[in-house]
């Protein structure tokens, strides 16, 4: 049973950077598409970017230009790399991670970005 585990949350002030990571702690599977979604107070958990083992690249207009998302070639980790943050960026980021029909999260990061 894979194991997501993320890092890298925290604290940041507005225009600042922080990167998150994503690992499978069971170092079990490579999966067929990872990524990161988002859950601000009060609303609905969203897409934030995702990447996929054939090539496929979803990022959410919101951040494009600012986040970066990426992989490692074993297809068992994601980071995003998030700069020139915005205090509307503030939420909970949680991995997510697929393979076949299975949906895998972590257990999310708190991200708060002070204007």
């Known amino acids: 049973q894979a194991q997501l585990v993320e890092s890298g949350g925290g604290l940041a002030q507005a225009g600042g950077s922080l990167r998150l990571s994503c690992e499978d702690s069971a170092k079990v599977y490579s999966f067929h598409a990872m990524g990161w979604y988002r859950q601000a107070p009060g609303k609905q958990r969203e897409l934030v970017a995702r990447i996929s083992a054939d090539g496929r690249l979803e990022i959410a207009d919101s951040v494009k230009g600012r986040f970066t998302i990426s992989g490692d070639a074993a297809w068992d980790a994601v980071y995003l790399q998030m700069d020139a943050l915005k205090p509307e960026d503030t939420a909970v980021y949680y991995c997510?991670?697929?393979?076949?029909?299975?949906?895998?999260w972590g257990q999310g990061t708190q991200v708060t970005v002070a204007s």
């Open positions: 997510n991670a697929l393979r076949g029909g299975a949906v895998y």
